[in-house]
Nanobody, 130 residues
């Protein structure tokens, strides 16, 4: 399994950015896909997930209505469209995947810790600043 994030950079508050995660080596329908971020000096924070046992796409409250997660399994890419960016969104963004069997029967939609996932990318840095 390979997860390679890209698309990070410097953006002004209120701007938009789309992150990509080239994700290969696994069957998308067998895995839950997530984005997790870590701001400087803070612990990791779950951002969004889909494909978990609960179905649908789920977002953390701070990004709900501003971020959109999607995936193109034919192209092996997971996206995170980020709009109306705020300085508080400054962080390294990671994509992560976990096999659905790991949380079968458990009400899990996403987590912030690396050991909650089977695979974790190297991250891409997003800086929101004027």
């Amino acid at each position: 399994v390979q997860l390679v994030e890209s698309g990070g950079g410097l953006v002004q508050p209120g701007g938009s950015l789309t992150l990509s995660c080239a994700a290969s080596g696994f069957i998308y329908s067998d895995y839950a896909l997530s984005w997790v971020r870590q701001a400087p000096g803070k612990g990791p924070e779950w951002v969004s997930s889909f494909g978990s046992g609960r179905g649908g796409t789920h977002y953390a409250d701070p990004v709900k209505g501003r971020f959109t997660m999607s995936a193109d399994s034919a192209k092996n890419i997971i996206y995170l469209q980020m709009n109306r960016l705020e300085p508080e969104d400054t962080a390294v963004y990671y994509c992560a995947v976990v096999h659905l069997g790991r949380y079968h029967g458990i009400n899990w939609v996403g987590g912030s810790q690396k050991d909650e996932y089977d695979y974790w990318g190297q991250g891409t840095l997003v800086i929101v600043s004027s």
